[in-house]
């Protein structure tokens, strides 16, 4: 895999586990914030 890519899924990885730890604390708008951005993420690494 290309290092760019792997920089993609690298930070999509860091921005699901922000979601789920806002998702954990109720902050259900920035949940869905980095949910959305993880998912642009990763599929800009594909």
Excluded: C, G, H, P
């Amino acid at each position: 895999m290309r290092k760019e890519a792997l920089r993609w899924l690298e930070q999509a990885k860091i921005d699901f586990k922000s979601a789920t730890i806002n998702f954990e604390q109720k902050v259900y708008y920035v949940t869905s914030f980095l949910s959305q951005q993880a998912v642009e993420k990763a599929l800009k690494a594909i």
